[in-house]
């Protein structure tokens, strides 16, 4: 249910979902209030007034009882209930009130709820588990012991299939029916028409299975449990990819894995990582090790060929080979996981060398490939790939755009987790930040959507020039020297959670605007390619782990994207995981990425001779031709 | 029938910048069509060539391009009047090499001295650049600027990181700016964006796409003068629509071809020297060039009379 926020004096309007955070619904208005703890509400400074209206308020000792029976609320700790009239008190502005530009109502879009894109899938998980209880076998009814599972298999649960099962589970399988006295649940790895059991468990057990789905990224790794039968993640986690102290980069990884040892190495630090996120999921959930019945991965090429210990030697040298594209299901423990013996792991098919299985991922679970629109879609990771297509046709490209939309090479950078900040706002005049934190904590550093939010509020407020170099002329105690060049405290040592400043400095600026430009720029390469403009495009699909909220009018505004028109966009956060989750929920989407793989052209970028132009031209903000801009120039002109 | 010679028509205009003190104003751009192009648009002004002179004695000049000065090389004043007055110079590019922090490091306002006298002593307008080194130049053109207020001088090079104080000064006390980038379309218009948007009207700008002598990168900067100049004519994109400052003289005297003496296989070195400067100035004006800066008083005159017969 949506409802309308007024805020007074500055007579601006937002429409927000109900639930939605005040602090968050006034930085959607472009309302300025003083804001400086993340959402925390230890700061007290976000006061305002609910004139008409409710508001649920987290209880807070910032506000005496007076204040709160005059109306006063924390915007951080409100969350909006109903229509609300709320006027802001001067002592809540940054700055003393003036009366700002005229913007046009903000998009800001969540990245919550991959389940919607499950709708379209068939639920039926590639590991299912079946209760059975079996007549014994008798003289007058003595036949094998398999084919006495696959019957009642077949009459209790309808299960057509041809089956068959591992010699592991053979081997046992005797004395565990006998022992159990008949009553078995059997775990099946179902793809296309045959079914395998790979797992039978004394009693009933049906009711625990549970996938985990991994997004193995260059640089964060993230896991959900799921509840495979409830359809539900029970817990979710991310951490970095522990490869990240043997490069950063793909290539760098590479490099490494032609060393002595290097692979072994690759391989045992990106196990241990996933290994750590699944004993991290497993303790949080109260699931045990044995019930996970699968896990999905879905990585590029690269990280793929690494996790399960393959050379990427010959993907590095022309002609870029990689060992294999498709992997089928093979055993965790196999590859190094921590799991049981019979816990069984599927990759997502990969295209070429650099458009992998994340990339496959995302793209089905967006729905692109079964679309007739034509549709973009974005991934914006460690490299950035971009696809374009429908139903009939796909064609991909990868750009190499660095972490820093991970928080990787920025001083204060971090993931997007808890004390993230992931929203600004920077007031005109005095320079003074209004922050969000993930988790409405205190601010522990910046991901990748709060990088976005900052540079293009510094270059709205004059804080940059148009080359991302800050302005040590203005008079603000936030703009200083620091260790690395110029820089803007955006938190400061008392606010933020290790008690250091956080800071954008220049070197971070020129970091995210050389990941914005190789973005771009393979964006314009690949339309191009294929004689398309972007107002051909219909619908345009934004993956990428580096926040929970993508603000498209701060995404323009530094030219990480071209100008579209936002009805057109959907923020799918992260693509690769989502894809990964449905997979484990649908054997449906595994197999058709298959044939997405096989469908999709890959057009190599190093290959076109426009590309190093493009980023050049890339490198400014939001872009050397402004004219490609339109929108961001009227914005700027409007100052 | 008779053929036709297909014709374009452009929708841009290149600016004209001028240049020198009242009176004595020369004014340079202003094309409307591609260099020498006269059956498609107008090319109202000549290039213009700008004759070097080093605020103190080079030391690593060859001895076939010190020849012509070696009466004047210790007197920049008598160095610039032989320029102007024997050798027909139509502009005097003054390098203050003497400020280089990693050589003389000769302190800005001494500097700013001998352009205060060369200035006076001159009639035709001057460019004035720095070392090349971004923090002194910076502080040695706002010096420069203040001395040579009235003269309207061309200050450089501005660069990516000093434009702004190098921007400021001639704002302040009404010069031109050049702005140098590195062999990039690009990075060129970005720089014009940046020295417009601090207030710097865009008539008091030239671009220097960065120099080359033939064989030694020339056809690279060629085909980036030539799509600056595509750029400002058929798009009509605001920000190339700077005359074009070609500052190769110092880059040919540095190829082998032309410094190298004890070489007879190669044929007379003076010749060779000379021809190889009025090769690359030859490029230069069919890519676009409008100013160009050279040393040997020999190549420069084949290039005037090459600009006059082109221009017809």
């Known amino acids: 249910m949506k409802h309308k926020v007024v805020f007074y004096p500055d007579n601006k309007q937002v429409e927000v979902e109900e639930g939605e955070n005040l602090l968050r619904a006034a930085m959607a208005a472009e309302v300025s209030i003083s804001a400086s703890c993340g959402g925390d509400g230890t700061c007290g400074k976000c006061r305002v007034i609910i004139e008409k209206g409710v508001v649920e308020q987290k209880p807070t000792s910032r506000l005496t009882t007076k204040e709160i029976e005059q109306g006063y609320v924390l915007a951080c700790l409100s969350e909006i209930k109903s229509d609300l009239e709320v006027r802001i008190p001067p002592e809540s502005r940054p700055g003393k009130f003036v009366e700002r530009e005229k913007l046009p109502e903000s998009h800001i879009l969540s990245a919550r709820g991959w389940k919607e894109y499950l709708s379209s899938w068939q639920r039926h998980p590639p590991i299912r588990k079946f209760y059975i209880e079996m007549v014994p076998p008798v003289l007058s009814d003595n036949m094998d012991d398999l084919r006495r599972i696959r019957r009642t298999l077949s009459k209790d649960h309808g299960l057509r299939a041809a089956v068959d099962a591992d010699l592991s589970v053979l081997k046992y399988m005797a004395r565990i029916l006998r022992e159990a006295d008949w009553r078995v649940t059997v775990t099946l790895l179902e793809s296309d028409l045959r079914a395998k059991i790979v797992k039978i468990e004394p009693g009933d057990t049906a009711k625990k299975n549970y996938a985990v789905a991994i997004d193995v990224g260059t640089t964060t790794i993230g896991a959900r449990l799921i509840d495979l039968n409830e359809c539900v993640v029970l817990s979710q986690e991310s951490d970095y990819n522990a490869q990240v102290s043997c490069g950063e980069d793909v290539i760098s990884r590479m490099v490494f894995s032609n060393k002595k040892d290097g692979l072994v190495k690759l391989q045992s630090l990106v196990v241990g990582t996933i290994n750590e996120l699944i004993a991290k999921l497993v303790s949080r959930s109260g699931v045990e090790f044995s019930d996970i019945s699968c896990l999905v991965l879905a990585g590029n090429t690269i990280m793929t060929h690494l996790l399960l210990g393959l050379t990427p030697k010959h993907i590095r040298e022309a002609p870029y080979v990689p060992t294999t594209t498709n992997f089928s299901w093979i055993k965790a423990k196999e590859f190094g996981i921590d799991v049981l013996e019979d816990t069984y792991a599927h990759c997502f098919p990969c295209v070429a060398s650099y458009v992998g299985g994340d990339i496959v991922a995302g793209v089905l679970a967006s729905g692109m490939s079964r679309s007739d629109k034509l549709t973009l879609y974005i991934d914006i990771g460690t490299n950035g790939e971009i696809v374009l297509g429908n139903a009939d046709w796909l064609v991909a490209c990868s750009c190499s755009a660095g972490p820093a939309f991970e928080g990787g090479g920025v001083k204060h950078g971090m993931r997007a987790t808890k004390g993230a900040i992931e929203q600004i706002r920077i007031d005109r005049n005095n320079y003074e930040p209004m922050i969000l934190t993930i988790g409405q904590s205190k601010p522990a550093g910046i991901c990748g959507s709060g990088l976005i939010d900052a540079l293009a509020e510094m270059f709205l407020s004059r804080i940059v020039d148009q080359r991302g170099k800050i302005n040590p002329g203005i008079d603000s105690p936030r703009i200083r020297e620091g260790e690395h060049g110029l820089e803007y405290v955006l938190a400061w040592a008392g606010e933020a959670v290790n008690g250091q400043d956080i800071v954008v400095a220049e070197v971070d600026i020129d970091n995210l605007i050389r990941a914005k430009a190789a973005i771009f720029a393979g964006i314009s390469i690949l339309l191009e390619s294929v004689n398309v403009d972007m107002s051909n495009v219909e619908e345009i699909f934004i993956a990428g782990a580096f926040g929970n909220y993508l603000e498209i009018e701060r995404v323009q505004m530094i030219g990480l994207l071209p100008e579209y028109s936002f009805e057109k966009v959907k923020f799918v956060g992260n693509g690769s995981l989502a894809g990964a989750s449905i997979g484990s929920l649908s054997k449906e989407i595994l197999n058709e990425a298959k044939k997405v793989a096989e469908k999709m052209t890959y057009l190599e970028l190093s290959a076109d001779v426009n590309f190093m132009d493009k980023y050049i031209s890339a490198l400014f903000l939001p872009h050397t031709n402004i004219e490609l801009f339109p929108m961001v120039m009227k914005k700027l002109e409007n100052k | ?312």
């Open chain 2, 1 to 312: 029938m008779a053929f036709q010679a297909p014709v374009d028509t452009y929708q841009g205009k290149i600016r004209e910048v001028v240049v020198g003190k009242e009176g004595n104003q020369v004014a340079v751009g202003g094309e409307t069509t591609l260099p020498f192009h006269f059956f498609e648009g107008e090319m109202p002004k000549k290039p213009i060539i700008a004759m070097e002179v080093y605020d103190v004695a080079p030391d690593n000049w060859s001895s076939v391009v010190l020849e012509p000065f070696k009466d004047v090389l210790n007197d920049p004043v008598a160095w610039a009047k032989k320029c102007q007055d024997e050798y027909g110079a139509e502009m005097i590019s003054l390098r203050l090499i003497s400020t280089d922090p990693n050589g003389e490091n000769r302190d800005s306002a001494k500097a700013a001295e001998t352009v205060k006298a060369v200035i006076e002593a001159v009639s035709i307008p001057i460019c004035i650049y720095g070392s090349g080194n971004i923090e002194k130049d910076g502080e040695l053109l706002k010096k420069v600027a203040e001395v040579a207020e009235g003269h309207k001088v061309i200050l450089g090079p501005s660069q990516e990181d000093n434009y702004k104080q190098i921007t400021a000064a001639a704002i302040g006390y009404k010069h031109n700016v050049s702005g140098l980038s590195p062999i990039d379309v690009n990075m060129a218009k970005q720089l014009n964006i940046l020295m417009t948007q601090l207030g710097l009207d865009a008539d008091h700008l030239v671009m220097d796409p960065s120099g080359a002598a033939l064989g030694y990168g020339l056809e690279y900067v060629y085909s980036i003068m030539e799509r600056l100049r595509l750029a400002a004519l058929q798009q009509n994109d605001e920000m190339t629509q700077m005359p074009m400052f070609c500052d190769f003289g110092r880059e040919v005297w540095k190829a082998k071809e032309a410094k190298t003496e004890d070489e007879p296989s190669w044929g007379d070195p003076e010749k060779r020297g000379i021809l190889w400067e009025f090769m690359t100035a030859a490029s230069m004006l069919i890519a676009g060039g409008d100013i160009l800066v050279m040393r040997h008083p020999e190549a420069v005159k084949l290039t005037k009379k090459l600009i006059d017969e082109l221009m017809g």
